[in-house]
């Protein structure tokens, strides 16, 4: 599949209806980045913007980036209509094409997981290379499927965090591990379904740098 037909995916998917998701923030990442503090954050396939909104809302200064300009646009309206412009920026990319320049003391992938292409290994690397000495990074993943999903879906094996994390190429050495492991939360499916959704999560902090000693 190409990257234009990849894009056009998504695109597609988004054009379903009037707006995806809830619009709120993923709860793994409120959970472990509200003990922090505010800095430059990195939501890297933010659609259409709730965990942006929330991070910006409790004081970051966010760069969110998707590869669908349709859910772009409607994060901007909402970004304007809280008037958090100045908080946010918002930037069309194919992630596994490109990345963000520079560093953050947060960066955030929620649920990064795609029926089509999608290079998590180059976009998780370069993501954790993207983290400031003492900044953190979170990776959430589905662990299993909804049990209101397809048969099909339901029989998916997903990767273990560990699994996940092994494919990253970073320095372990150089990184604190606050949580590598899956945890069971509940949830309500689309059609009022009760039910419990497992997560695998990867939260790492980077070492700060060192700092001279006088002589």
Known sequence: MTASEVKQHWEDRYAERERFWSGHVN??????????????????????????????EHGWDVLGVDISDTALSRAAAEVAARGLTDRVRLEQMDLSESFP??????????????PVHL???RIFTAAANAVAPGGVLIIVDHGAAPPWASTHLREHVFPSAEEVLQTVELD???WDRVRVGSAQRDAVGPDGQAGVLVDNLIVLRREAAETGQPG
């Open 119 to 121: 290079d998590r290994v």
């Open 27 to 56: 709860a793994r990442l409120a959970e472990f980045a509200t003990p922090l503090t505010p800095g430059r954050a990195l939501d890297i396939g933010c659609g259409e913007g709730g965990d942006t909104l929330w991070l910006a």
């Open 101 to 114: 320049a520079g560093t953050f003391d947060l960066v955030s992938a929620q649920f990064l997981q795609s």
């Open 172 to 174: 372990e050495r150089q």
